[in-house]
Structures are given as C-alpha cells and as structure tokens.
C-alpha cells in the first residue's frame, strides 16, 4: 500500500515568502525522501537550469486527509546540497547550534485576518463594522467571525502534533491568533509555517482567505503580529538574565526591524499597543514598549520576555535567528 506526503515550501516571493506545496504518493515503509520542484515557477530559478531540492526537515501527521498520510515541511536546497539563496532556515540552524548551550525557546503569537473576498470576514459590503473595543475574545454573532475555521484549524494542529498553545479572537473583527510554543528553533519556525498551511488549506473549504498583513485595513484598526517570547536557560533561571537579553536586543534595533516582515512601518507607529520602531524600550506589563516583561516574569524574578515587534508575516526563520545571534551573542561576551 500508498500513503500521500504533502510536501511544503518556502518559495522565493518577495518581500515576503509565500508556502507552496504538492504531493508525493510513497510506498508504505518508505519515509519521504529528498525530491524537488521547478523553480522558475516560484520565484527560485532560471528557466534553463530550474531545479531546486526539497530537503525533508519535519514530517508531521497530515490531519487533512488523516490515515498515515504526512505533511512534509521542508528547506531549499540547490542541486550541489549547498542551501538555496531563498533558504533562511540553514542560517537558523546554524545560530542555533553556535549558541545551543543557551538552550533557547521560543513563543510565537501568530495574529491573523480572515479575508471574504476584498473585505475582512464579517465586514459590512462596502463600508465599516462598529469601532474597535467589542470583539477580542468577545462571544456572539455580532462580534465573532469565523470561529468554525479557527475551532477546525486547532484541532488539526494537535492532531498533527504541533506545539499549539492557544488561540484567541482578536481586537479587530475577523483577527484571530493562535500561539506556537515553547519550542527551540528551527523547529518552532517549521511548526508554525506547517501551522500557517493548515490555517490556509482549511480555510479553503469555506471560500476564505488567511491574511498575514502587517495593517490588513489602515486607519483605527489593530495591525497584525507575530509577538514572539523567548528564553534561554539562563533567562529561565535569573531575571538579571531576562533584563540583559532586553538591554541586548536594544543594542540592535535596525537590524532587527528589518527582518522582521514586509511593512512594519505602517504597523509599528505607537499607536494600537505597538511602540514606534523609531524607538526602543522593555517595561513590565507594558503592551505599548517594543519588549514586554510579563507581570509574572517580574514577580518570580525570572522567565522569558516578549519581542512584540514582528509581524504576522514575519518569517519566523528570521526573527528567531537575530533573537538567538543578538542575545546570546551578547551573554557570551
Ligand atoms: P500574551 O499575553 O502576550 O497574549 P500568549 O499567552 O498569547 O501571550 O503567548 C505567550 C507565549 O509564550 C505562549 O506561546 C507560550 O507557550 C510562550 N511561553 C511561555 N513560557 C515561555 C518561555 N519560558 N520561553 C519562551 N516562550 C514561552
Ligand atoms: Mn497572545
Ligand atoms: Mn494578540
Ligand atoms: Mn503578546
């Protein structure tokens, strides 16, 4: 007998890498093994020399066509096995090995927007539902949209094995979250890109679409994010460490606002719990600093902190690894 692997990918769209995926049918008893894609139809090769590897990196139970059958996420490779210039997860890897004595975990908050064609879910045809202050985690027909999608995805993640750890409605109506964490890096990333695939191809059943736009509506609307909380051991352990892996991120600000996903100007203004990404500052409970202390962190004198810069469209690859870099370089010196 058959089974049916999904494989995904990252594909070479800029600024923002989209999934693509197809499916392999392999003979029981095998596991999914290195395949490959034409990459001149995604953004990650010439015409006249268009091959690009598939290198297996997670294989999870597939809870869409359920039985044996897997998704398969993976990185990109080029025909020699060096890693592919669109593939930001070889550099992830790499950091995390370098600083692996660090032992570092990671949280992702990942905000998203249903879309129903042109208008976010549950929008009124061509105009505006009632100002911000009424949906996030409300109950009621009048507040909450989409909800069916969101219950269906959960149960795929924990069928398929993912680290999900929760989901809420968000402020803006048909803005959701879900959460993917603790886990270290890569695999946290690789979780959430498996995650953001499910959230898509489920959605697909019901003529919606998953947006991860930093200000999916412009104006008095909440943008999306991708809050990410870390730790290493020693953050863990001492809240001295906690404090310095704050004072190190602030160190590296540019940087950091660069890689974490398409658009982020229009997101983080300092206004809607976001601090301006002019600016830099950690504080306790505080949902307008760029790193938040969470108010049990501060009381037990020990934990993780929130990075509440990245976008929803971040690619978790990326931030995680200039987390991991600024960090724990700087607790190593
Ligand atoms: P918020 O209060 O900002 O909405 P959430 O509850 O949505 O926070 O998300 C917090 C995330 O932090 C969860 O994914 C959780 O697993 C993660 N987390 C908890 N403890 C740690 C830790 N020590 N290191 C890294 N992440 C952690
Ligand atoms: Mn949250
Ligand atoms: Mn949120
Ligand atoms: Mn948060």
């Not at 600024?15 to 596991?31: C, E, F, N, Q, Y």
């Not at 027909?141 to 069916?148: A, E, K």
């Not at 976008?311 to 370089?329: F, K, L, Q, W």
Request: with cysteine; net charge negative.
């Amino acid at each position: 007998m058959v089974y049916k692997a999904e494989y995904l990918w990252l594909d070479g769209n800029t600024p923002s890498a989209h999934l693509r995926s197809k499916t392999k049918v392999i003979a029981d008893g095998d596991t999914p093994p290195i395949w490959g894609f034409d990459g001149s139809s995604t953004q990650q090769a010439e015409g006249d020399s268009s091959d690009v590897v598939l290198n297996p990196v997670l294989t999870v139970a597939d809870p869409i066509r359920g039985g044996n059958n897997v998704i398969v996420m993976n990185e990109t490779l080029l025909p020699d096995m060096s890693p592919h210039p669109s593939n930001t997860r070889a550099a992830c890897e790499a950091a995390s090995n370098t600083y692996s004595k660090y032992d570092t975990w990671f949280g992702i908050e990942q905000e998203y927007t249903f879309f129903d064609g042109n208008a976010p879910l549950g929008w009124p045809e061509g105009g505006f539902p009632a100002p911000q202050g009424d949906y996030y985690c409300a109950v009621g027909s009048d507040v909450i949209f989409g909800r069916d999608i969101v219950e269906e995805h959960m149960d795929a993640c924990i069928e398929a094995g993912l680290h999900i750890a929760g989901i809420n409605a968000e402020v803006m109506p048909g803005q959701w979250e879900f959460q993917i964490g603790p886990v270290a890096a890569p695999q946290v990333a690789d979780e959430l890109w498996i995650a953001r695939w499910l959230l898509s191809r489920i959605s697909e059943n019901y003529g919606v679409t998953v947006s991860l736009a930093a200000k999916p509506v412009q104006g008095d609307w909440n943008g999306a994010g991708a809050h990410t909380n870390f730790s290493t051991n020693e953050m863990r352990e001492n809240y001295d460490a906690c404090i310095a892996a704050a004072e190190a991120l602030g160190t590296k600000t540019t940087e950091h606002i660069a890689a974490y996903g398409a658009g982020i100007e229009d997101r983080l203004t300092g206004l809607h719990e976001t601090a301006s990404y002019k600016d830099f500052s950690y504080g306790v409970s505080d949902r307008g600093a760029s790193i938040r202390i969470p108010w049990q962190v501060a009381r037990d004198k020990k934990g993780y902190i929130e990075d509440r810069r990245p976008n929803a469209n971040v690619d978790p690859y990326m931030s995680t690894r200039m987390i991991i870099e600024t960090v724990c370089g700087a607790a190593s010196r």
